[in-house]
T-cell receptor, first 113, second 112 residues
Framework: GESVGLHLPTLSVQEGDNSIINCAYSNSASDYFIWYKQESGKGPQFIIDIRSNMDKRQGQRVTVLLNKTVKHLSLQIAATQPGDSAVYFC????????????FGTGTKLQVIP | DAGITQSPRHKVTETGTPVTLRCHQTENHRYMYWYRQDPGHGLRLIHYSYGVKDTDKGEVSDGYSVSRSKTEDFLLTLESATSSQTSVYFCATQKGGTGELFFGEGSRLTVL
């Protein structure tokens, strides 16, 4: 079946540096992509999303880039802070009555003070 | 936050016993979902609901059933729990059929 995966299971970043978390997806029909953050013991929280008609979207300290040619998604976090330490999931979905969301396995971001 | 409450938050049970997890939302979202989260698998969809009494299977629905008699409540039932159903279960809601999912805090189930 279609799947969403991640290149790096764990990423360690110095506080203040920028973080880049990558994700590969395989369903070329996917038209909506989301990044979620999950802190220990909590449910995932929405960070930012992007639709397939865009290649870049910026939020507060976060930017999502979409490269449909190579089916690649990335999340950039500027000036990484200790509070950014969490597991980050990319997810994809496609329109078709309603959108079923498929999640990747997650990348753990560790911020070194 | 979408006001999603899961209960119980933690449960330990024995193989073969029935278990029901409850998800309650206060946002009047139409769509509701049950996921399980296991190491190395991320979040996998068990069942979902697109309205009262309207439910359908996800990718890992075997051994699970759901019911939605009211907009605000979505119940997940394990008719006869097995050790392979030891997991953390998350409920999520969605306002429309697209867009952001709002998650509950999770229910940790251990089946001995």
């Amino acid at each position: 079946g279609e799947s969403v995966g991640l290149h790096l299971p764990t990423l360690s970043v110095q506080e203040g540096d920028n973080s880049i978390i990558n994700c590969a997806y395989s369903n070329s029909a996917s038209d909506y992509f989301i990044w979620y953050k999950q802190e220990s013991g909590k449910g995932p929280q929405f960070i930012i999303d992007i639709r397939s008609n865009m290649d870049k979207r910026q939020g507060q300290r976060v930017t999502v880039l979409l490269n449909k040619t190579v089916k690649h998604l990335s999340l950039q976090i500027a000036a990484t802070q200790p509070g950014d330490s969490a597991v980050y999931f990319c997810a994809e979905s496609y329109s078709g009555g309603y959108q079923k969301v498929t999640f990747g396995t997650g990348t753990k971001l560790q911020v070194i003070p | 936050d979408a006001g999603i409450t899961q209960s119980p938050r933690h449960k330990v049970t024995e193989t073969g016993t029935p278990v029901t997890l409850r998800c309650h939302q206060t946002e009047n979202h139409r769509y509701m979902y049950w996921y399980r989260q296991d190491p190395g698998h991320g979040l996998r969809l068990i069942h979902y609901s697109y309205g009262v009494k309207d439910t359908d299977k996800g990718e890992v629905s075997d051994g699970y059933s759901v019911s939605r008699s009211k907009t605000e409540d979505f119940l997940l039932t394990l008719e006869s729990a097995t050790s392979s159903q030891t997991s953390v279960y998350f409920c999520a809601t969605q306002k429309g059929g697209t867009g952001e999912l709002f998650f509950g805090e999770g229910s940790r189930l251990t089946v001995l």
